[in-house]
């Protein structure tokens, strides 16, 4: 689903991605592990097309993502769904109408988005708080909303930025449930995190970067 193949990107001099090669098959979820600094959001932000490699090449679900034209960058985000620590969701919308976003920027029919964000909601056991404002909720709660969201477009990637950064070891433990969950469909989930000690026992495969390198 996702390869790298030696992907060097940076910032200056020394901050960045350096000949990175690994790949990630489908429906496998695998952590992005490091310290900060240490290349995980980079690595992220390459594969959503959001920053320019400067060597090296990305194959995603076969496509060399590297030669896209800026106009085809949309269309292929549509395959991608993005969560991230701090959330992102809209504080004045509703958590079904900021599930239902990314279904409305697609041009999707209303009959279809309403069903399709029950679903969503109910994989995240929220539907019963379809009406609720994201101030009305947990953090944990907050957060499986964003997972809704990126879920809701069925995309073929997950990329997780330190999704449980801010949640305390429980909320944490239910939210890579979820995770794990989704990767039953297929979709191959790429999540960043500095705790090792909470996704050790999920023994799953993971990548550990230090300086932009892998080792």
């Known amino acids: 689903m996702i390869s790298f193949e030696n992907v060097t990107a940076t910032y200056s001099k020394d901050v960045g991605i350096f000949n990175l090669s690994f790949h990630i098959p489908s429906g496998e979820m695998v952590f992005i592990m490091g310290p900060t600094g240490a290349g995980k959001s980079t690595v992220l932000r390459a594969i959503y097309n959001d920053i320019q490699i400067s060597n090296g090449k990305i194959i995603v679900d ?17 395959k991608i769904g993005m ?52 101030n009305q909720l947990s953090g944990g709660e907050q957060q499986r909303v964003s997972i809704a969201r990126a879920l809701v477009k069925d995309p073929i990637i997950i990329l997780a930025d330190e999704p449980t950064g801010n949640l305390d070891l429980n909320i944490s433990d239910e939210i890579l449930d979820i995770m794990e ?28 970067l230090s300086k932009g390198r892998l080792l």
């Open 181 to 208: 969950m989704v990767t039953k469909s297929g979709t191959s989930v790429l999540m960043c995190t500095h705790n090792f000690p909470l996704v050790r026992p999920r023994k799953k495969n993971f990548l550990e």
């Open 62 to 78: 076969g496509e060399d993502i590297t030669k896209l034209k800026q106009r085809q960058i949309p269309y292929y985000r549509r």
């Open 83 to 134: 969560i991230f620590q701090d959330f992102k969701l809209l504080p004045d919308r509703t958590l079904f109408e900021n599930v239902a976003l990314p279904l409305r920027i697609l041009g999707t029919p209303k009959k279809i988005i309403v069903q399709k964000v029950r679903d969503t909601l109910d994989k995240v056991g929220l539907v019963d708080k379809w009406k609720e404002l994201p």
